[in-house]
């Protein structure tokens, strides 16, 4: 049965890094414009979801909240399985949560090693408690081949742009790769291309029809 859609393509993204960088609060700012000064720890996985214009098409964002602990990894895992790309959270007043990003690294590429990642520097409104500067936080992501954007959820400062840079870059390496696969693949009405190495799930429904009974 065919439902009607308000979208076009469907992306699923995750917001990945420490506990306590801000990940449930940029979510929260970008979908609902919504701040939290008191930190509620984020128990169970959750996703939100939010509309957005690019390339004159709907989009719609899928956006998966993580648990930034090592218990939690195999769920982190399987989340790393079903997006096709992450946001990656430091908080620039906290050292440690900058030298996780190796390892956050490490286990993405351990299941995706071509998966769109945006690093992303929070809490750019704290520059008095500032540890990590914004040469350090460029020269990881030159040295990782990605792009760098420093934010803050409270002050709702480059939020947008950080999503907005991530599903472009997913689209590219979309459309790199539906190149690759000819283009028949880009004029079926619906096109699923789901790779489970590359984790690259993506839904063009140009007839806008119901697609995805689950989140949809
Ligand atoms: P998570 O564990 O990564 O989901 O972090 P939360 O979103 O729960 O945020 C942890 C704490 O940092 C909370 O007390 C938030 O109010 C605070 N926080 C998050 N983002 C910002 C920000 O951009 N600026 C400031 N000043 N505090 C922030
Ligand atoms: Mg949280």
Known sequence: MNVQTDFESLIKILVLGDLNVGKTNIINQYTEKKFDNNYVATLGIDFKTKNIQLNNKTIKLQIWDSVGQEK????NRNLFMKVQGILLVYDITNQDSFDHLDNWMK??????EFMPIILIANKCDLEEDRVI?????DDFAVRN???FIEVSACNDTHIDLAFRKLCEEIIRRFEERAKKFG???LNNDINIISETRESIFFLENK???????KCC
């Open 107 to 112: 286990k993405i590429k351990e299941v995706n």
């Open 72 to 75: 939690y990894m195999s769920i």
């Open 207 to 213: 007839k806008k029809k119901g697609i995805c009974k």
């Open 133 to 137: 500067s914004i040469n350090e936080g």
């Open 145 to 147: 081949h990605i792009t």
């Open 183 to 185: 283009d028949d693949l």
